[in-house]
Each structure stands twice: as structure tokens, then as C-alpha cells.
T-cell receptor
């Protein structure tokens, strides 16, 4: 069965600093990987996804993530964090369902705090 | 921009009562899902729904749970007899068909509190 590990529960960075959020996955086949962000009182917003091809994927809000098969990782990065990026970030792996669509398995999330 | 909506945002119910959580997926999406997040825990998959039937369900989704798409726009989750451990945030999601079928769009969630 698939699983996702986000080793950092909380991360604090200063505004303008770079950010890297770690994600490791376990999945038997080529994974479909996602990063979602959740702001307080909001739903989960899709930041970016990896299905195949270029291992460096770009997302919304200036985020990017790199798929490294050898390390089973899909870390999220941003070169310069803004105060509005403070939120909870979830990494997820998708398993294709025989009936169509996919089932997401989420990590426990990383809470990002941005210091001004 | 189209979005998934959920009502109510917060539902309080007594143990043993039936609750129905409502979702309006994005128009023209084909796949529908429910997930839940118990406070302090991971977001967990409950069920997926396609072509008017359940395509997969988790172990959590026992006989107390049911889903329905009663018309062309709503997607509901019913819990027949709520338990204290059903208290959680419930998220609805939908995804389009074709090559974008794996991109799920989530609603803001319904916080269910069972007392």
C-alpha cells in the first residue's frame, strides 16, 4: 500500500528566505505525486503535480517540486517565501482506481510559519 | 474560477443521529470523492464515486456511511447513526475526466462534531 512521510511537522522561515519542505513516498509503481496547501478555514488547494516526464515541476504561487525516484522523494521548494505562504502543506500520492480517478494518500502535513 | 462548495460549514449532532453532508462538485467533473480529517491526524480517503456508483471505498466507509448523487449537481455523504469517533472535518473533492482525471479539487470542508 502507498504511504507518504512528511518528516517536518512545523517549519519556521523568515520572509524572503528560501524554503524546502520534505516528502518521501512509498508506492509500487510510477507514482502520481501532489502537493496541496491548506490555509485556515479553506479547503485543500492543488499547488502542483507530477505524473511523468520532467522531474522538476512548476506550480502556482512560485512553488516547484523535484521528483527523485532514487530517493523516493518529492520535495517542495520556493526561492523566496512571502508572509502569505504561511499555511499547512500536504504531500500526497495518488493510486489509480480501476473504476477511474485516483485515491489520494496524504502525509501528515507540514505547518509553515513565516516570520516577518 | 469554478470551485467545490460544501454545506454546512459546521454541523453539530448528537450521537446516534443521522447526518447528511452536502457537496456541489465542479460542473462537468466526472469523479467525486469524500475524505475526512480527524483533528491532528492525516486526511484519509473514504470513498470515490463515478458513473453513479461507488468505485472504491476504504475500510472506514462501513455500512453506516452512504453516498448519493441525487441530481446533476449535488453529491452527499450520509452517516446513518453517528458515533463520537465520526467527529472530523469532511472534505468533498471532484476531478474532471480524461487526462486531468487525477487532479482533485477540494471543497472547504464540513466540520462535524458529534456530542
Amino acid at each position: 500500500a502507498q504511504s507518504v512521510t512528511q518528516p517536518d511537522i512545523h517549519i519556521t522561515v523568515s520572509e524572503g528566505a528560501s524554503l524546502e519542505l520534505r516528502c518521501n513516498y512509498s508506492y509500487g509503481a510510477t507514482p502520481y505525486l501532489f502537493w496541496y496547501v491548506q490555509s485556515p478555514g479553506q479547503g485543500l488547494q492543488l499547488l502542483l503535480k507530477y505524473f511523468s516526464g520532467d522531474t522538476l515541476v512548476q506550480g502556482i504561487k512560485g512553488f516547484e517540486a523535484e521528483f527523485k525516484r532514487s530517493q523516493s522523494s518529492f520535495n517542495l521548494r520556493k526561492p523566496s517565501v512571502h508572509w502569505s505562504d504561511a499555511a499547512e502543506y500536504f504531500c500526497a500520492v495518488g493510486a489509480i482506481l480501476t473504476g477511474g480517478g485516483n485515491k489520494l494518500t496524504f502525509g501528515t502535513g507540514t505547518q509553515l510559519k513565516v516570520e516577518l | 474560477e469554478p470551485e467545490v462548495t460544501q454545506t454546512p460549514s459546521h454541523q453539530v449532532t448528537q450521537m446516534g443521529q443521522e447526518v447528511i453532508l452536502r457537496c456541489v462538485p465542479i460542473s462537468n467533473h466526472l469523479y467525486f470523492y469524500w475524505y475526512r480529517q480527524i483533528l491532528g491526524q492525516k486526511v484519509e480517503f473514504l470513498v470515490s464515486f463515478y458513473n453513479n456508483e461507488i468505485s472504491e471505498k476504504s475500510e472506514i466507509f462501513d455500512d453506516q456511511f452512504s453516498v448519493e448523487r441525487p441530481d446533476g449537481s449535488n453529491f452527499t455523504l450520509k452517516i446513518r447513526s453517528t458515533k463520537l469517533e465520526d467527529s472530523a472535518m469532511y472534505f468533498c473533492a471532484s476531478s474532471p475526466g480524461g487526462s486531468l482525471a487525477y487532479e482533485q479539487y477540494f471543497g472547504p470542508g464540513t466540520r462535524l462534531t458529534v456530542t
